[in-house]
């Protein structure tokens, strides 16, 4: 077996050390509440890995399951001791959490990075080492120049990783982080991102939004908002409002013409200011197609 032990042993979580080199950077879900619970029920079924380190052991594989062993109140778990430094040992936690859990993609952007500086790695002998392309490795070792706000967006899950890189080609900050609120609050896939970069990039973006400075009534303070116009109705919203929508440019062309026809014959130039209102019209038209 060479300087590999391969042996399973039960060892004191009180001699376990976190990895120097940690692939999750949070461990606060709804599936690590689930494992903590199955390790309190069950006890820990699969031996983590870890190197001996002056008298105690650094984890290799396995830190998320040591976490939840520590918060079941586990005294000691099953571990393999592999007698691996360097390289070696970073390369088999790349393994056993890319291929095995659920890793967000920011915390392995980082843990990438990290294992390249502290190992002497190239990307090519990287990539070679756990059985990804080169390309995959570049696409997230860039992510350390996104903007911080989209980051945090996907670490949190609120934005899948795909999505994330074509809002951050956006290079019009305001716009950027404008659209970031709205995929969030309303959902996006990466095809629809890489829709608003390209209608971005060719200037073709609905109307930026106006700010206005209005009272928070409950902290007495003024404060930004800033409002755009709803692409059905006209009328004028808070942008934190707005939600993703899916529909034909023709569809939404058809919408304008309505409203313009319904404006015409109220007499007014309010798309509100006489008949029946636009959001009423709407609700109708909806309610006419589900009865269909």
């Given at each position: 077996m060479d300087d590999k032990t391969n042996l399973v042993k039960n060892i004191s979580v009180e001699l376990i050390d976190d990895p120097r080199l940690a692939i999750r950077t949070r461990a606060s879900d709804r599936s690590f509440d689930a494992l903590v619970a199955s390790i309190r029920a069950l006890g820990?079924?699969?031996?983590?890995?870890?190197?001996?380190?002056?008298?105690?052991?650094e984890i290799?594989?396995?830190?998320?399951?040591?976490?939840a062993a520590r918060a079941a109140g586990l005294l000691t778990l099953p571990a393999i001791v592999y007698a691996v430094g360097g390289a070696d040992a970073e390369v088999m936690k790349l393994h056993e959490n890319i291929c095995r859990e659920d890793v967000n993609v920011v915390d392995e952007a980082i843990f990438l990075e990290g294992v390249m500086t502290k190992c002497g790695l190239t990307i090519p002998q990287l990539a070679e080492k756990i059985g990804r392309s080169e390309s995959y490795i570049r696409d997230r070792l860039e992510m350390k120049n996104w903007d911080k706000e989209i980051l945090e967006a996907v670490w949190r899950d609120d934005i899948s990783f795909s999505a994330a890189g074509w809002l951050n080609k956006i290079s019009d900050e305001g716009v950027r982080r404008d659209w970031l609120a709205i995929a969030v609050r309303g959902?996006?896939?990466?095809?629809?991102?890489?829709?608003?970069?390209?209608?971005?990039?060719?200037?073709?973006?609905?109307?930026?939004?106006?700010?206005?400075?209005?009272?928070?009534?409950?902290?007495g303070?003024?404060?930004?908002?800033?409002?755009?116009?709803?692409?059905?109705c006209g009328v004028e919203m808070p942008l934190i409002e707005a939600i993703l929508l899916y529909g034909h440019k023709e569809c939404s062309d058809y919408w304008k013409i309505q409203q313009r026809i319904s404006v015409d014959k109220s007499?007014?130039?309010?798309?509100?200011?006489?008949?029946?209102a636009p959001h009423t019209e709407r609700q109708n038209n909806i309610t006419q197609k589900e009865g269909q």
């Open positions: 820990m079924l699969q031996p983590v890995l870890v190197k001996p380190n002056n008298g105690r052991y290799i594989a396995g830190h998320r399951r040591v976490l959902g996006i896939t990466a095809a629809q991102a890489q829709h608003w970069y390209h209608q971005w990039s060719s200037g073709k973006l609905p109307e930026k939004p106006t700010e206005e400075i209005v009272e928070d009534l409950k902290s303070q003024f404060v930004s908002v800033k409002k755009v116009k709803c692409s059905l007499g007014g130039g309010d798309p509100n200011g006489g008949g029946e």
